[in-house]
């Protein structure tokens, strides 16, 4: 009378040379499904002795609740979270596909965090994600600080490194073609998935630091900091 699927399975010893996969890898892993997949509880069951001790991860607004989690208390400003679909192609001669995108991010003075995701699976080198993120923020705050006069004469100009010492940002995109580094699947290359969410993020930032003019100036203020 339960609907559903049961999977039973047991690593095969002359693959693997070790199957004692410690209890934090699958605490790991369910963690990270539940930050990209909103709303649905995964479920964790430890046998010890003849009792089960159960764990369960949820989080229902996805990544929002997470970027909250890891900025915790007095972030220097309030989590925010975009969303956006488009459709494009990797080269002219290559099918056309869409993504699906979603970001989350505030910035801290206390801690610092990035994560990318892509089809549900945690991207621990980034890639195309990566690219995009280091483009649009340093982009958009250099523009900032030039615009506003903030540099210093003859002051270089922020890297993202200035960026990352105060960023919270966790995204999660879906795409009906993927194309990953290696085998090991843990960067993507699309160059579409690129280009698309580097003009969101530019979008976003530009429109984000005109409506919150507080933000902003705190945002850039706390860069500068990194950076001198």
């Known amino acids: 009378k339960k609907p559903g699927t049961t999977i039973r399975w047991r690593p095969d010893l002359e693959v693997f040379t070790d199957i004692d996969v410690p209890e934090s890898y699958f605490q790991d892993v369910l963690h990270r499904q539940a930050v990209v997949n909103k709303g649905v509880t995964f479920r964790l069951r430890v046998q010890r002795g003849s009792t089960f001790e159960t764990t369960d991860y949820c989080y229902a607004d996805g990544i929002l609740d997470y970027v909250k989690e890891l900025a915790g208390k007095d972030a220097l400003t309030a989590p925010a979270y975009m969303e956006t679909e488009r459709r494009g192609r990797d080269r002219a001669d290559k099918p056309e596909y869409k993504v699906k995108i979603s970001a989350a991010f505030c910035f801290s003075n206390r801690v610092n965090d990035i994560e990318y995701y892509h089809n549900s699976s ?31 004469k003859g002051e270089s100009a922020i890297s993202f490194q200035d960026v990352q010492d105060c960023l919270v940002y966790v995204s999660s995109s879906f795409s009906t073609r993927t194309s990953y580094e290696n085998q090991t699947k843990k960067a993507i290359t699309n160059k579409f998935v690129s280009q698309a969410m580097t003009d969101f993020l530019k979008h976003y930032l530009e429109v984000y630091f005109l409506e919150k003019p507080e933000e902003a100036q705190k945002i850039c203020q706390q860069v500068l900091v990194n950076k001198q």
């Open 122 to 152: 945690w991207l621990e080198h980034g890639g195309s994600p990566e690219h995009a993120v280091r483009t649009a923020f340093v982009y958009q705050i250099n523009k900032y600080l030039k615009e506003k006069n903030l540099y210093k």
